[in-house]
């Protein structure tokens, strides 16, 4: 009979202890939280190429201002030998 009552006890433990199911609502709002982490990953993913390809264009664009400052150093020098 101890043994019967220890078992009884034991199972309602676990039954009452036991996994919870989330409702629907709960659902609902971790799928649109899912999306909405895929949606900021791949802007993010989409930014930093977007950046890559700005800092390329600005190294550039510097070599093109640097050729074309050493370009008019050159010609104020040759003007002022003159």
Do not use: H, W
Request: glycine share 4%; hydrophobic share 40%.
């Amino acid at each position: 009979m101890k043994i019967f009552i220890a078992y009884l006890c034991l199972v309602i433990l676990i039954i009452g202890c036991g996994p919870k199911l989330a409702s629907q609502e709960t659902y609902d709002r971790l799928t649109e939280a899912k999306i909405a982490c895929r949606s900021a990953e791949l802007r993010a993913k989409n930014l930093e190429a977007e950046r890559m390809r700005l800092e390329e264009e600005l190294a550039s664009k510097q070599e093109i201002l640097e050729s074309l400052k050493r370009q008019l150093q050159e010609l104020k020098e040759e003007t002022e030998g003159k």
